[in-house]
């Protein structure tokens, strides 16, 4: 299933300038889903890290990666407008930079979820090559 970044607004409850996803390329409901982001110029992050060298902030990309798990559990209808809660991030490592211009390709997969809490593992590429990976935890909360 494909979803626009309008069809993800519906489900998450993310706006401008803190969502981070552009669109669905693959999603299963309380599985996985794939997303992209497409990295332009003009992010405002880009104003301050770093100016003379822009990268995206890692921070933005475990968010980017949180948001993709967030349409994968509150796409389906027992989650339907509720909000799943940050709770935890391990094993993060970062491999590769993402400069303007990249296309971040957002993969996630729900590993785990019960009684209100969920874990994933979640990866993010560019050009095919590991840009990010970590672990995820959330709490869903209405």
Do not use: W
């Amino acid at each position: 299933m494909r979803l626009t970044q309008e069809d993800i607004k519906k489900i998450i409850p993310h706006r401008d300038p803190f969502l981070f996803i552009d669109e669905m390329i693959e999603l299963e409901s309380l599985k996985y889903g794939i997303g992209i982001k497409y990295v332009k110029p003009d992010e405002s992050f880009f104003q301050g890290h770093f100016p003379s060298k822009p990268v995206m902030p890692g921070v933005i990309i475990l968010e980017s990666l949180a948001q993709v798990g967030a349409v994968v559990l509150l796409s389906h209808p027992d989650y339907a407008g509720k909000i799943a809660y940050f709770t935890g991030i391990s094993e993060a490592k970062f491999r590769k930079s993402v400069f303007p211009g990249d296309m971040l390709e957002l993969r996630c997969e729900l590993t785990k979820i019960r009684r209100g809490f969920g874990f994933g593992t979640a990866k993010a590429f560019v050009n095919g090559e590991l840009a990010c990976e970590t672990n995820l935890s959330f709490a869903v909360g209405q």
